[in-house]
């Protein structure tokens, strides 16, 4: 099980951009796949992306395919998501998960056990 902290938030305009990071931390945290997840109100959750261990492999939703970039750095314990071209409807709750390699498909969208608190996205037109 590893614990997982998302931090980078926050209110910006629309066509701007933040970053995304979820500090990992806990046992076998390196050989985790990771991803991001967003959910925005009255609405289910929603894959966002997702990065393979060794950074080889990452699988993002359609609505945010070349706009949002994830990364890992495993000598720091964080995973990234740079959301550029930021839209209104990508307002949402983005939580951070992980789940161990075995566990998941080629496609890496899940099961992931281990989930963060949620940092809040807000982008305003």
């Known amino acids: 099980q590893v614990q997982l902290v998302e931090s980078g938030g926050g209110l910006v305009q629309a066509g701007g951009s933040l970053r995304l990071s979820c500090a990992v931390s806990?046992?076998?945290?390196?050989?985790?796949?990771m991803a991001w997840f967003r959910q925005a109100p009255g609405k289910e959750r929603e894959f966002v992306s997702a990065?393979?261990?060794?950074?080889?492999?990452?699988q993002y939703g359609d609505s945010v395919k070349g706009r949002f970039t994830i990364s890992r750095d495993n000598a720091k314990n964080t995973v990234y998501l740079q959301m550029n071209s930021l839209k209104p409807e990508d307002t949402a709750v983005y939580y951070c998960?992980?789940?161990?390699?075995?566990?998941?498909?080629?496609?890496?969208?899940?099961?992931?056990?281990?989930w963060g608190q949620g940092t809040q996205v807000t982008v305003s037109s």
């Open positions: 998960a992980g789940a161990l390699p075995w566990t998941v498909g080629p496609d890496l969208r899940g099961p992931f056990g281990s």
């Open positions: 990065i393979s261990w060794s950074g080889d492999n990452t």
């Open positions: 806990g046992r076998g945290l390196i050989t985790h796949v």
